[in-house]
């Protein structure tokens, strides 16, 4: 399995994602905002892209769907839920759907409300597996809840259905906020060697040079992840003195998604 991260530089920090059978050279094109940009890529690999996913139903996810759509003759998948708003959807996804790429790739869908309540993460069975997660899992983050979510159903999500998959699982996210994430970790949790030594790393990277995160990476740096660490839970108190001493993790996740909406 050939993934190819795209960087096209929009205000939102969005990243692409083309995921190719290495054997056919059949692509699937993840979240294409610039269309353009999408078909050039694959073109110059010379790479078919056959279809088109949405993990949800925000503009900056799908609104290149029709002009990649004409520029290929791709198929559009997104989320059953989602497919109304989005439009033109070929196949609608349900939770445990397969999506095969070529002969060699398939690739699970995870029905992963929260940021949105109709989203799905792809998750890709290979050697060293590989998760993308829209805006589900950010890099050392979480997603958002404006717009249509809720951080009880995202909560859920995280402790239900991604903190389950391998360690060794890479995680692809919609945008790239890591260093700005790393930054609200050390916030949380000041004493985050983990997080400190990652966030000197990158300081000046470009978006395309960012690392690659695996799960067990997030559970070191990720503070969402860190529900029960001492230091997060009492930093965190301090900021909601109505938190009981001994918060639930879910009780600790949504304070941690309200700080985050501010921070």
């Known amino acids: 399995m050939i993934v190819e991260r795209l960087w096209p530089n929009t205000p939102l920090r969005n990243y692409h994602y083309l995921v190719v059978c290495a054997e056919t050279g059949d692509a699937l094109a993840i ?52 497919a109304a708003t989005i439009g033109n959807v070929d196949r609608k996804l349900k939770d445990g759907d397969v999506i095969s790429v070529g002969k060699s790739v398939e ?35 979480a997603g958002n809840c404006h717009n249509g979510g809720d951080p009880d159903r995202l909560y859920e999500t995280f402790v239900n259905r991604l903190a389950h998959l391998p360690e060794n699982t ?15 970790t050390l916030d949380r949790e000041p004493d985050n060697e983990a997080a400190a030594q990652l966030r000197s790393q990158i300081q000046g990277r470009e978006a395309l040079a960012m690392p690659v995160t695996t799960l067990a990476d997030e559970q070191r740096i990720n503070t969402f992840f860190r529900l029960q660490n001492p230091e997060v839970v009492e930093n965190l108190r301090r900021c909601f003195t109505e938190l009981p001493a001994e918060p639930t993790a879910r009780q600790v996740f949504v304070c941690l998604r309200q700080l985050r909406n501010k921070w």
């Open 170 to 184: 890479r995680i692809f996210p919609g945008h790239d906020y890591l260093l700005n994430n790393l930054g609200f």
């Open 31 to 82: 979240d294409p905002w610039d269309a353009d940009l999408v078909a050039r890529i694959a073109r110059e690999h010379g790479w078919t892209i056959t279809q088109i996913l949405n993990t949800h139903h925000h503009h900056d996810h799908c609104a290149g769907n029709e002009a990649l759509r004409a520029l290929t003759g791709a198929t559009v998948m997104a989320h059953a839920n989602a």
């Open 107 to 141: 690739m699970e869908c995870l029905d992963t409300p929260g940021h949105t309540l109709s989203h799905v993460c792809l998750f890709a069975h290979a050697d060293q597996p590989a998760l993308f997660s829209g805006d589900t899992l950010f890099n050392a983050g």
